[in-house]
């Protein structure tokens, strides 16, 4: 889940925070005004889980090699490695 390697990549510095502009109605197709996204510093919208832009960091990491994934075999769990 994504909203588990957000802090990860922070603390090491990889990503930054990205506050919104505040969102003016008609609000866009698949605004959820319950909705906060944890990479976007708590704005309104969408959650962390549906960020394309958190998506696309996170692949623009793996694709520079500067993050890979290895898979836990005692907890099933997916942890990031630098």
């Given at each position: 889940?994504?909203?588990?390697?957000?802090p990860y990549l922070v603390q090491k510095g990889m990503v930054e925070l990205k506050?919104?502009?505040p969102t003016?109605?008609?609000y866009p197709p698949g605004f959820d005004r319950n909705a906060r996204c944890d990479y976007h510093?708590?704005?309104p919208g969408h959650n962390i889980e549906d960020c394309r832009?958190?998506?696309y960091k996170v692949q623009e990491l793996i694709d520079c090699q500067l993050i890979s994934f290895k898979k836990e075999s005692?907890?099933?769990m997916v942890t990031p490695s630098p």
């Open positions: 889940p994504y909203g588990q390697i957000l506050p919104l502009p003016k109605q008609p510093a708590g704005s832009a958190f998506k005692h907890s099933g």
